[in-house]
Structures are given as C-alpha cells and as structure tokens.
C-alpha cells in the first residue's frame, strides 16, 4: 500500500511541475516528447508494452533460480527469484488488460486465454517430451513420479498435488520429479484463469478510477502475506511445502504487481507527456540499482529452513521488486539501463521461461556425485550450457512460431509456415509422451545395487523390504515391535547391531527435533538390558570384524541417500564413490551375518521407482 501511495503522489506532484516547465519549451512533435511517460515509462508504437529492462530484471531472477537448484552454498535464497517472475508477470498482465480495456473498452477472455496457452503450452510440452526421453535413457526410476505427476500438470494442478500428496520442495534425499518444478507455472496459469474475470470486474464497479482497484489489490497481496504467516504456525518439522506452494499464500507477488500497475496506470491508459526532471530520474535511478542489489543480498542471505523467510523474506522481495520494476521502465534511469537493458542481459530474460522449463530435467539427471563422478562446478558449467542451448533453439524454432500462429494459418493447407511446422511438431510430442507413459515401470538404477541383496515392496513407503541373499535368515516383523513383543528372544547381554549411514542412524542431523532410530531402538532395548551397537558403511567401516555366535540377536540393515554433495572427505569422497562402494559393504555385512547365523531386519523402505 506505501509503494502504490508513493507512485501515486510521485506522479501527481510531477505531471503539474513538468507540465508547467518541460512541456511549456517543446512542442508536441519533439521526438523525445514523444517517446517519455510517466513516473512508469512507457515506449511508443506497435511495442508500447515492452520494457527491455524487464527481461533484464526476468534474466536476474532466473540466474538465482539455477544457481539455487545447483545447490551452491553461498546462495541459499536463489528460490526467491520465482517471485520476482511473480511481480512482473501481476504487472504485466494488468498493463495489457488496460491497454486492451483502454482501446476497445472491453477484455476479450478468450483472446486473453489464447495467447496464454500459445506462449506458455508449447514449450511445457516440450520439456515433458525431454523430460520422459531423459527419463527412458537414463533415469528409469523417474518414469513412475512422471506417470504420477502428469495429469495434475496437464490441468495446471501440480502445486496443490504435491500439497495433497504431503510432497516436500526442499526435499532431496531422493531423485525428485523431472517436473516438479511446474508447480510455479501452476500458481500463474490458475491466476491467469481467475484474473481477467476480476478485472472486468474491477473496471465495472471502479470505473476509470485507479486508485481504488490499487489499494484494493495491495489489501490482497497484505492478505496473501498474512495467511503465510498463520499457515507457517502449523508447519511440520519445518518444511514449509504448504505455505511456499500454496497459490493463496504465493498469490502476494502476483498481486502486488496488479497493484503496482493500478497505481501507475492513468484513468485512460495513455500516459502523461511529461519529462521527468533531472533529479527524480537520479532518485529513481539510485532506487532501482538499490533494489537490486538487496534482492541479490536477500538471495545470498535468506534460506528455506528460516521462519524470518516467511515472515517477512517473502514480502520484502515483493517490495523490492516493485521498486525495481518502477526503475527498469524509465528509459531515463542511465545506469538502472545499463545494467538490465544489454544485449546479452535482455536476451537471457526473454528466454527466461524456456530456461526454467528445460533446466530442471537436466539438472536431475546430473546431479554431482550420484550420476556424474565430477563436482558442483564444473557439472554446473555443463548443465547451463546445455540448458541456455535447448532454451534458445525452443525460442527460436519452436515457440515464438506457434506464437505468432493466426487461426487462418491454422487450417490452411500448406505446411511451409513454420508456426504451423512447430504445432505439428507439439502434437508428435504429445503422442510420443503418452506412449512413454504408457510402458511398463522400470527398476529405479539405485536399486540395481540392491538387487542381489534384496527385493523391495510395492505396499508403500512404511513397509519392510525383504532380504534375499541366501542363508541369511529373515524377520519380517517391524523392529520396534518385535523388540518389545516377548517373543523377541533377547536375554541380558544381547546387542542388537546396525549397519547403514548416518542419515539412517538418525545421527546425521535429518531432524534435530526427534530422536534419532538408534536413540529409540536403544529405549527400547534398556527395557531388557540389551546393548546397540551402530557400523556405519561411510564411516570407515571395513566389516574386518566376526559377530560371535549366539551373542548377537538381530542385526539391522538400512540405507539412505542424503542431499546432493552432503558427504564430505571426512567419510567418503562423495555420493558417487559411496553408491559404488556400497555393494561391497552390503557383501561384508552379509556374509557376516550368515556365518554368524543371525537373523536380519530390513529397514529401509524399498519401494519400486524410489
């Protein structure tokens, strides 16, 4: 609301200092009368909603975004860069809607949801096509969450499933979604569905006043941030899944931008002719590079695992982004242009979308350590590469053909018109997805080390894999409730011993909060004077040890895969090398057990595709 005010009286004072200065020395036909606005500038002509500074400020955001999923260190708030895409698409789709509503004093729905589909359907079709040929070639396991995750992305779903089916974001234990990442065009296409309705609303009850619509849109996004934080009470463990994918709680970017556009729009939509003078410009030029450097120290400093994130990270990117864009579009903001207006900068932003879309799929299948021997940064100069390529050829070859696609094109005959080419392209895609989709599942490549070891369940994430590897004997009974049944036949003096990682020992700091699985089992274990004992694979471990016969009862096996790059040389060298050395832990660990003759419990979930 103090933002909109601020544009509000900023224009006011302006328009009467510059309409009795500036305009009293030029005559209309000066051509730089001609090509200035308001305090929110806008060019002139057939392009009259283009801001090159805009897709510099998308290409911003979008780099944050990448290096964020690259799982860098030093930017832990890289995720913050989908709201600033949030802003400026709130205030560029209200800008076009009043340009529409100002010349023909009527919004076409369909015509508005036409163009979204033909800007935004042709490339998420194509990264699912990537998506499920890289799954085919060389992520098997991912074909299952793409089976799953499909219809709730072709109905625009995908944020409230993954609400639905308690999915984490921050959760990357295991190999996630390759189109996870479609939940944020989720939050967009709903708004884009809801929005122009609202808006033909707010023009019949409002009229030509701005004002109104503004702080009636700045109430909503206070509103948005308010639920936020009410939500964030009732997280669990942390993990704010909920309130970073819910599109009531996400809807405060896209709404502040509404705002912004209220704010600076005339009752007509034309712009004041009027030169800024020499000092705002200066002003507005200091705001906007000072905007941007806190939204790359917020990026820097904020992280997901923050309460402060959400309390009041979420709305300080809304704000700052605001002011951003108040700069980006004055063409008299010299070095606000300088930065956000290159060549090479607005090149990057107007492909901004396409990069997001493509980067996810390549990003899963290279992650460092697990599925390529190398570390974070040279996989990452890799990754980018093959991300900006894809996105440019799908821009070039692909989208923008099918965007300039007219409907008398459409039914013409004659397959020379490359918009028509791209769409007959789309549909080859479409069909080649479903006939991925439709094949049988594949074994998960994680579980191919288990394979000789053991055969996972298909009944769900809390039940028991079994152990396959023969004359080891078996208890299939849950752990817990077999030690304290009294048929567990633990006497005094027994030890039960575990074998697996820190992360299933719970001593790897999964969750602070909760005791870890040895720290429980041995509560357990008190009960009958029964001694634990944890071997840890990356710990050292060399299974250079013999279990005496008849001292040891039960001997627990379990794996779990941490974050990307989490294992350090104080372990092991990294995932990669401890994925092939675990075979060779799990051979050591049971054939100790069978020469022992010892039974084993499995505890880790195996589940096909995960």
Known sequence: IGVCSVVNTWRTAFALCARSTWLDRHSPADPMAASTGGLLDKPSGERALYWPCLDGLRAVSVVAVLLYHASLPWIPGGFMGVEVFFVISGFLITSLLIKEHSKHKAVSLSGFWTRR???????????????????????????????????????????????????????????????????????EEQFYFVYPIIFIVCKFVFRNRRVLPAALFSMATCGSVALMQHLLKDTRNWDASRVYLGSDTRASGLLAGCALAFAASDVDSTWPDFKAPRWLSVALDVLGLGSIAALGALFILIHSAAQITYQV????????????????????????????????????????????????????????????????????????????????????????????????????????????????????????????????????????????????????????????????????????????????????????????????????????????????????????????????????????FQLPTGTVTVIGFQYGMGDTGRWRQDTVPGQYQYLQALPGHLERALRICKEANVPVFVMSPFTVGE
């Open 117 to 187: 589909a033909k800007r935004l359907l042709p490339a998420m079709v194509a990264m699912v096509a990537l998506a499920c040929g890289l799954a085919l070639a060389f992520a098997p396991d991912s074909i299952q969450k793409i089976k799953r995750d499909i219809l709730p992305l072709a109905f625009y779903f995908t944020n409230w499933f993954q609400i639905i089916t308690d999915q984490s974001y921050f959760d990357m234990r295991s190999r996630p979604s390759m189109v996870r990442h479609t939940w944020s065009l989720s939050v």
């Open 313 to 544: 990270g979420f709305a300080a990117v809304d704000v700052l982004s605001m002011l951003a864009i108040i700069a980006a579009v004055r063409q008299d903001t010299f070095c606000t242009n300088w930065i956000l207006g290159t060549r090479p900068v607005v090149w990057l932003g107007r492909r901004s979308y396409s990069i997001y879309l493509y980067h996810w799929p390549i990003y899963v299948i290279t992650r460092p350590q697990v599925d390529v021997p190398y570390s974070n940064y040279p996989v990452l100069v890799f990754r980018l590469a093959v991300t900006i390529a894809l996105a440019a050829l799908s821009y070039e070859y692909f989208e923008e053909p099918i965007r300039k696609l007219s409907l008398d094109t459409l039914f013409s005959t004659r397959f020379d018109n490359p918009g028509l080419r791209a769409l007959l392209a789309t549909a080859g895609m479409v069909i080649g997805v479903l006939t991925i989709l439709s094949l049988q599942p594949f074994q998960a490549k994680e579980q191919k080390i288990f394979r000789p070891f053991f055969r996972p369940n298909t009944t769900g994430s809390n039940a028991l894999g079994h152990c396959c590897y023969p004359g080891v004997p078996v208890i299939e009974t849950p752990l817990l409730d077999w030690l304290g049944s009294s048929n567990s036949a633990l006497r005094p003096g027994d030890v039960v011993h575990f074998f697996g990682d820190s992360l299933v020992a719970g001593t790897g700091g999964v969750d602070p909060n909760r005791p870890s699985f040895v720290e429980t089992v041995e509560k357990y274990a008190k009960l009958r004077n029964v001694g634990v004992v944890n071997h840890g694979f990356n710990g050292g471990w060399t299974g250079s």
